[in-house]
């Protein structure tokens, strides 16, 4: 079932010297429970796509719809809070922040009492596969995978069916990299999120459920 839709998804960036069209009439459906990989040359129009996807922008034309409501028509504050999770290629954990501190914030913004945010941070921090003892620490203190894992427990941990991952494996190892890969793999095809992951690493696309490519604003369906 599609839970975001890009309908005629159009971009174009306007300086003083020119009009720059980076998405040039985007038509796709997101399903829950899958894995979608995004890929493409840089230049390609991934990264505006995502900013839409995320609620960061609007289209200048078309619509981006989330579970049937466009994006134009919600607060976009409230959509990036409420339905939508992003997972960064440089984790953008807090450093002054313990992991549980860090995978409770988004719950206490939404107003969990900070006993229960505390102990749903214990089980995300279990669900991604890191262990107890790492709650107590800093991000500073944890390898690159073990802070990918806690930025994806905090993402967990904003409740929303939609996990956007921009370059997710771009600072991991290939070990690191399998795991992260499979986990995010797990989130979708065991638990329902619609996954849709932005990224170079082709490995990592070959997981994916379907792979689309994008070439000069526009999309193709890899097969």
Not at 22 to 37: M, P, Q, R, T
Not at 102 to 131: D, F, I, S, T
């Amino acid at each position: 079932m599609a839970i975001l839709q890009l309908r005629d998804v159009r971009y174009t960036y306007q300086t003083q010297y020119q009009k720059v069209e980076a998405l040039k009439g985007i038509n796709h459906a997101f399903d829950a429970g899958k894995v979608h990989a995004i890929v493409g040359r840089s230049g390609s129009g991934k990264t505006t796509l995502l900013s839409l996807m995320a609620g960061l922008d609007l289209p200048t034309g078309g619509e981006v719809i989330c579970e049937g409501v466009p994006t134009a028509s919600l607060s976009l504050d409230r959509y990036r809070r409420e339905k939508v999770a992003v997972i960064y290629q440089s984790f953008r954990l807090f450093p002054l922040l313990t992991v549980a501190e860090n995978v409770m914030y988004p719950m206490e913004l939404r107003g969990m009492k900070p006993k229960a945010a505390k102990e749903k941070a214990a089980q995300l921090v279990a669900r991604v596969g890191l262990p107890e003892s790492v709650l107590d620490r800093y991000p500073t203190m944890l390898s690159g995978g073990e802070q990918q894992r806690v930025a994806i427990a905090r993402a967990l941990g904003m409740d929303t069916g939609i996990l956007l991952a921009d370059e997710p494996t771009g600072n991991l190892d290939t070990a690191n990299s399998e795991n992260i890969a499979s986990l995010l793999c797990r989130l979708a095809h065991e638990e329902g999120y619609c996954v849709i992951i932005v990224t170079h690493d082709m490995d990592l696309a070959a997981k994916a459920d379907e792979i689309l490519e994008l070439r000069d604003g526009q999309v193709h369906t890899k097969e």
